[in-house]
């Protein structure tokens, strides 16, 4: 009898890190229809669909479900107690009240976090060497999820004397081109784009109006092709592989409460040469050096 295992998450189909999950799965071995079946149910940034959709993935037998970002987390927990729940891009569990801790995160959840309260200030760093002048840096975060991101941004853009300029905007139809006014009324000498659902769902718009607005924007890797100037931060992909891990131990008899939290600490900087030439950016020399990619 194949494994069924419930993949639920907040973007859509497209989604890299449903492939990047799928990879996972293929490489511990696991052949698609034959050995194993994923069972996919994607919100496409409608977060009241998650009810219907859990309950859909219920009715499909799962043996596991995967689910992806913390919104998806707290529904999958409000409605499933007998399924073991496998998560990942989930800033940081403990704190969110998902997990018991991350030793033992007890019920049947278990996953993988990149949490890292500085990462705001690593980004941030990142883009005053770009930009010496910098004072002002707009926050782009999702209305529709907790406030701990673009709170941790604020507090780490004044700590480098800098003035942050909060913009939270709502799904599944955010109001970009209002956002971007408000930018350019402030003034915002760059743009932050946080790792959050609505954010990263419509990461090429934003990178497209970025450009348009010759913001310089920093984003998340999870969508290198989507045109930021910079992408900074923990391998969205990477944690999503390695949920694939987790599956196939809890398929093998292992209580997913008893796993403990993986937390991932592996960085990638990536560096769009080719938007750095429309808004007229030069991009020192050991900056790209850093670069684990320079897209061209």
Known sequence: MLARVGFLGPMGRLSPTFEAFRQGVAALGYVEGQSIEIVPRFAEGKYERFPELIADLLRANVDVLVVQGAVTLRAAKKAVTDIPTVFSIVLDPVKEHLVT???RPGRNITGVTTFDPQQPR???ELLKRI???LRRVALLGDA???EALIKAGEEQAGALGLQPQRLRVVGPTPDLDGAFAAMRKAHADALLALEEPVVV???KEIAQLAAQNRIPAMSSPILPEAGALLAYGTSFNAGMRRMAAYVDKILKGAKAGDL???TL???ELIVNLKTAG???ITIPPAVLQQAVRVIQ
């Open 101 to 103: 801790s991350l030793a």
């Open 122 to 124: 690593k980004q941030i």
């Open 131 to 133: 930009i010496p002048s």
């Open 144 to 146: 529709g999820i907790s």
């Open 201 to 203: 769902m419509y990461g």
């Open 260 to 262: 403990p939290v993986e």
């Open 265 to 267: 600490t592996r960085y």
């Open 278 to 280: 429309e808004i007229g």
